[in-house]
């Protein structure tokens, strides 16, 4: 059976057809980067409860994209820059993500998706990068990837799989502040941004700022679905 990987939704307002009502959705490059790694992908909208139920059926997470993170949950004021925030999937994403440490699950965390990582551990978030690198590059089009290289740690896991160097697509203006427990910096961007981070101490679990599954390497999917795999066998022979 294929690893069956959850992938976490935005909850907005949606129109489809004769219809405009709440909606949990992701788009398609999710599920189809999960599908082309070789797994199941399975949707999973935020709720807040029986999140051990919800990952009882889950062999691996992709948490992905979306708005920005309410700066009470790290214990910051607002910046001006920071809008549209969905307060009831930060809480039930950072759940989640602690949930899911706690089972070593296999975590591969996508913008928004590392920073409610970093968040869950108990660091915080640089809330308008702009501010401190001075540039927009990294969201310079609302709705339109930027494409920029990252330098990567070789002897991180994201090295192992990306190498030392890596053509990458943006779509943030926030980035991570102070790491959280047991995260280290693994990706950089040429202004200094953290890219990449990770916990060496866990069997996977990744994050990164800028979105895989635009790209053409599908080599963290791959990585996400094998250790699910994994994961399944080791829950079935407890």
């Known amino acids: 059976m294929k690893p069956v990987v959850g992938i976490t939704t935005y909850a907005e307002q949606a129109r489809w057809g004769v219809w405009d009502a709440p909606t949990a959705l992701i788009p398609m490059s999710y599920v189809n980067a999960i599908q082309q790694a070789g797994g199941r992908p399975l949707l999973v909208p935020p709720a807040e409860d029986a999140i051990d139920e919800t990952l009882d059926a889950l062999d691996g997470l992709l948490f992905s994209g979306g708005s920005d993170i309410d700066p009470l949950f790290y214990g910051a004021d607002k910046h001006p820059s920071v809008d549209g925030t969905r ?119 990744l994050g990164v700022l800028w979105h895989p599954e635009q790209g053409e390497d599908f080599a963290l999917f791959r990585a996400l679905v094998e250790e699910a795999g994994s994961y399944r066998e080791r829950k079935a022979r407890a």
């Open 87 to 205: 307060p009831d999937r930060d809480r039930a994403e950072l759940a989640l993500m602690e949930a899911a440490f706690a089972r070593e699950v296999p975590v591969l965390a996508v913008c928004r998706g590392m920073e409610v990582m970093n968040v869950a551990r108990g660091g915080d978030i640089v809330q308008h990068l702009p501010d401190i690198v001075g540039h927009e590059d990294h969201k310079h089009t609302p709705g339109v990837f930027g494409d920029h290289e990252v330098d990567v740690k070789s002897e991180s896991r994201l090295g192992s799989l990306l190498g030392d160097r890596a053509p990458v697509k943006s779509h943030h203006h926030q980035g991570v502040g102070r790491l959280g427990d047991g995260l280290v910096e693994s990706a950089w961007a040429e202004d200094g941004t953290i890219e990449g981070i990770e916990d060496p101490g866990r069997r996977f679990a």
